[in-house]
């Protein structure tokens, strides 16, 4: 079992930053990928940011330019760096990673995700 704890949430003004942290704890073998993702009120989730082992990025288009996620693999925490944050990145905000796991006397590997508790960020003037 995997639990993701996010922080970093909050209320910040137009035009302001926030950084998310994401920490995955547990027993697993290797993270494959993590990433963010946010739902506001009436809305559908969506995909905000991801980042893979490889290292490789994908951004939303209503994020680029102004978001930027990073890992540290020896925490195994990922995060979310906001900057000009506008109104409409109001939302609730969750991690997601993906990891695999072995279990003893099986070859066989597990490929799990797990959702954060999800963080609050507001953005409003």
């Known amino acids: 079992q995997v639990q993701l704890v996010e922080s970093g949430g909050g209320l910040v003004q137009p035009g302001g930053s926030l950084k998310l942290s994401c920490a995955a704890s547990?027993?697993?073998?290797?993270?494959?990928?993590m990433g963010w993702f946010r739902q506001a009120p009436g809305k559908e989730r969506e995909s905000v940011a991801a980042?893979?082992?490889?290292?490789?990025?994908n951004y939303a288009d209503s994020v680029k330019g102004r978001f930027t996620i990073s890992r540290d693999n020896a925490k195994n925490t990922v995060y979310l760096q906001m900057n000009s944050l506008k109104p409409e990145d109001t939302a609730v905000y969750y991690c997601?990673?993906?990891?695999?796991?072995?279990?003893?006397?099986?070859?066989?590997?597990?490929?799990?995700?797990?959702w954060g508790q999800g963080t609050q960020v507001t953005v409003s003037s």
């Open positions: 547990g027993r697993f073998f290797s993270i494959n990928g």
């Open positions: 980042i893979i082992s490889g290292g490789s990025t």
């Open positions: 997601n990673v993906e990891v695999s796991t072995y279990y003893s006397g099986s070859p066989r590997r597990f490929e799990n995700s797990y």
